[in-house]
Structure formats: C-alpha cells, structure tokens
C-alpha cells in the first residue's frame, strides 16, 4: 500500500505512450483516438504517476504487465520507461487532491483489463463495459478526475487535460 501522506506540493505527472511503427494494436487504438482528436499525438496508452520519498510510482491499468497479469496496477519508473523515447511525459496540476488520487488507485488496484471496455470502442452506443475492470485511460481519467466517463482513449484523456490546462503544452 502506498503511504497517501503528502508534504508540501505534490507532485503529479501523466505519461502518454507513442505508437511505434509496426505495432498494429497500438495503431489501432492510435488511429481510432486521432479520428475524433485531430492533430493530436498518436498516444496508445497512458499512466498517471506520483513522486515518492524512494521515485516516482506509476499506476494504470494494462493487458500485459510485467508480472504476467493484466489489469490495475502499480509500477516504478525504471520498470515503465525501458524505452523512454516513446513516451511523453506531463506534469500537470492537480484536479482533486492527490490524497485521494492515490485512495482511488488502491481500492482499484489488481483489477481486470477491461476488454469488454475496449471492444466498446467499436460499438455506435459505446455501451459495452465491464464495472470491476478497467483499460489505461478509463482507470487513469478515474484516479485524476474522480469521475468515471465512457470510451475514454488515451488522446481524448490528453485531449481534455490540454483544453482544460491541466497540462501546459
């Protein structure tokens, strides 16, 4: 468990994974977020992270984690970035305090990788969804927010955090 004592300012970042050529799943889900976010980068995942006493700590849900499982999770920064070129980092401000960012992370943590969630994407209504499971951006819009919203990609999560200067870019 992570200790959700802070001092002083705290200290958030989000981190947006770029598709590389060749990974036709992260195109895929690239390409889809670009239809309806125009001129936004090619993000296919994303983590929020929090800065620790021992590092920063990040946390999102994914289908393939490291330890063989999919789902909620929490990861160190070493683990994450093995290929640190692909990623864009953020700083950014708080939207709730991070206290309680950092509850949400824990009561949701080993859960599912909402599959369900993502074939949604694909669907008119959107509907299809899995309540106790989450993918990267739903579970991270989630913890930041505090509110859960439907068919959330990473570029509509980047998105709203740039139109809401959440994220100074």
Known sequence: ???????GKAMIKLAFYKAKPGDIWANV???????????????????????YPDG???YSSASRNIDGTTGA????EAQLFKHPERWDIYQVR???PVADM?????????????WLGIA?????SGLLNIKNAWYCSEICYYVFFGKW??????IAFYTKLKKEKYVAV
Not at 29 to 50: D, T
Not at 73 to 76: A, F, L, Q, V
Not at 149 to 154: F, Q, Y
Request: with cysteine; proline share 5%; glycine share 8%.
């Open 120 to 124: 949604g994407f694909a669907t008119v």
């Open 149 to 154: 919203m439907r068919r959330v990609s990473p």
């Open 94 to 96: 708080e939207s709730r």
């Open 29 to 51: 889900i690239a390409k889809w977020g670009q239809l309806w976010n125009w001129g936004a980068p090619p993000y296919c995942h994303c983590e929020i992270g929090f800065s």
């Open 1 to 7: 468990t992570k200790n959700t004592e802070t001092r």
């Open 102 to 114: 950092i509850k949400t992370c824990e009561s949701e943590a080993g859960k599912k990788y909402d």
């Open 56 to 58: 920063w700590h990040w």
């Open 73 to 76: 999770r929490w990861i160190t």
